[in-house]
């Protein structure tokens, strides 16, 4: 495993690159992660494709550029990196924030695009009463009490039965809520309230999608998620039945297996 930094266009982004493989797919983490949470996950992955993970902007050991961070800006610092380690063609996989970060690659980079997979991630933009509880995170952070946070990572983040099972990958994960910089935090936070409505987008883009949604999600709850099925019927689907928002920490073989299945096509 190569780990370094590299410029992606103006921004300096910590990456790992596995190197080798035909096809390429590169793993995007969500909001308060890092690279460090595909740790596990990369092995079961890289027997059949290169596997490229990164430290988006504010997260990490990778920097912040700026108050805000769209998922714009975030999808252009992944293109710029791709590009840099001469990666033509490739797929993403994005949980969660990651999500939001791939679907802005497939609008604005379909052509460099081979698919893309979505792991606890909704194509709707947030509602209003979701965008005054990132408002919320937002002042937490600013009067120093991120730590506040922790705890929403064990209590919604998995399925009840995986709460004792993943006891120390929990603590690893809220360790990584603790070390994400403030201004980080506030950054992504300003970025997600303003990112777009992406349904349209998928309906009619021409890269192959899918959705890897949990039943005992505390972000996505089963109907809403259902409803997000229904109005993708382009899209292929598979549902992990004992995870929540982590589906691949909770269920990784499974979800490995999905996704690689799907990209290999």
Same mark, same amino acid.
């Given at each position: ?6 410029m ?28 460090a ?12 494709m ?36 001469g990666?033509? @063609?490739?797929?993403? !996989?994005?949980?969660?924030?990651? /999500? $939001?970060?791939?679907?802005?690659? *497939? &609008?604005?980079?379909?052509a ?6 979505l ?7 947030d ?32 399925a ?22 403030d ?24 890269? @192959?999608?899918m959705? !890897?949604?949990?039943?005992?999600? /505390? $972000?996505?709850?089963t109907?809403? *998620? &259902? ?9 292929e ?12 920490i ?16």
């Amino acid at each position: 495993m190569d780990e370094r930094f590299i410029m992606a266009g103006r921004t300096p982004l910590h990456i790992c690159d596995t190197q080798k493989g035909e096809r390429c797919v590169v793993l995007l983490h969500g909001y308060l992660e890092s690279l460090a949470v595909w740790e596990d996950f990369v092995p079961l992955l890289k027997n059949r494709m290169r596997v490229v993970t990164l430290d988006l902007p504010g997260h990490g050991v990778s920097v912040v550029e700026g108050e805000i961070h769209t998922m714009d800006y975030l999808a252009d610092t992944v293109a710029a990196a791709m590009e840099h380690l001469g990666i033509g @063609r490739y797929s993403v !996989v994005g949980h969660s924030m990651g /999500g $939001y970060v791939a679907m802005s690659l *497939a &609008e604005r980079y379909a052509a460099r695009l081979d698919s893309i997979v979505l792991i606890s991630s909704t194509p709707s933009a947030d509602t209003a009463e979701k965008c005054e509880r990132r408002r919320r995170e937002i002042e937490l952070v600013r009067a120093g009490r991120k730590n506040t946070i922790v705890h929403i990572v064990r209590h919604a983040g998995f399925a009840p039965e995986n709460v004792a099972r993943l006891s120390d990958r929990i603590a690893d994960m809220e360790e990584l809520v603790l070390m994400t910089e403030d201004e980080g935090v506030i950054a992504v936070l300003n970025g997600m309230i303003e990112r777009r409505d992406m349904n349209r987008m998928l309906c009619t883009t021409p890269v @192959r999608h899918m959705f !890897v949604l949990g039943r005992h999600d /505390g $972000y996505i709850p089963t109907e809403t *998620a &259902e409803a997000i099925v229904a109005a993708h019927p382009e899209a292929e689907v598979v549902w992990l039945d004992h995870s929540g928002h982590m589906g691949f920490i909770e269920e990784p073989e499974r979800c490995a297996e999905a996704v690689s299945d799907f990209i290999c096509k």
